[in-house]
């Protein structure tokens, strides 16, 4: 093994155990509440280790929520990839990613802290990087199918994003007692708007009469 790609596992490592250490941390705590030495401690780390690997406590973090979003997107990915169709994709897509707004993890970390810590425009940029995909790939095959009409897939796809965004955002705002109810409202809500968007003909509709 060369010397390079000795300090290049010894990075990684490093970095994993930071990101491990801060995890559950953030998740059960939220940001503010949880110091660096804290999770240095626990990463069994120095203080110098995070700053060398992060620079600060907030970089750190904006990790952490990478790889939150990385793992409710592959879920969500894996979710749809036997759907027969476009419409079944998006439903079972849906019902997927609102069950992860529900989980401690999402919740705090996610929907939270996220667009505190990191500010509303590079929240909902790290929100677009992983779900943005996903949504425009269904819409493609939605309108190839004919169940959506042709139109700018990417104008379209922002707008979804920005409806989904905010329903897991009325999700985490309701109270405990009430996240169940608020969960089934917008997944509700959602499907009605997405019902709206189908084509005459794939929603089993009669045509419209001129």
């Known amino acids: 093994m ?5 300090q290049e596992d010894r990075t990684r490592v490093t970095r994993r155990a930071l990101i491990a250490a801060a995890r559950p941390l953030f998740a059960e705590r939220g940001y503010a509440a949880v110091p660096a030495e804290e999770i240095v401690a626990a990463a069994g780390l120095t203080r110098g280790a995070m700053r060398h690997h992060f620079g600060d406590k907030k970089a750190l973090f904006r990790a952490v929520f990478e790889e939150v979003e990385g793992e409710v997107t592959g879920r969500v990915a894996a979710s749809i990839a036997g759907a027969g169709d476009s419409w079944s994709a998006a439903t079972t897509g849906l019902t997927a990613f609102l069950d ?3 989980e ?3 919740l705090r970390i996610g929907l939270v802290d996220a667009p505190a810590v990191l500010g509303w ?3 909902r940029a ?3 990087d ?3 995909g996903l949504i425009t790939a269904g819409l493609d095959q939605a309108m190839a199918e004919g169940v959506l009409a042709a139109q700018p897939v990417d104008v379209l796809a922002h707008l979804i994003l920005s409806a989904v965004i905010e329903a897991a955002l009325l999700i ?3 109270s405990e007692p009430d ?12 499907l009605a708007l997405l019902t709206g968007l189908r084509t005459d003909t794939a929603s089993g509709a009669p045509p419209t009469q001129a």
């Open 121 to 123: 425009a590079d929240w």
């Open 172 to 174: 985490a705002q309701a």
């Open 100 to 102: 992860a707004c529900q």
């Open 126 to 128: 790290v929100e677009a």
């Open 130 to 132: 992983h779900g943005l």
């Open 179 to 190: 996240r169940a109810s608020a969960r089934a409202d917008v997944e509700r809500t959602l």
């Open 2 to 6: 060369t010397p390079r790609r000795r």
């Open 104 to 106: 401690p993890e999402m």
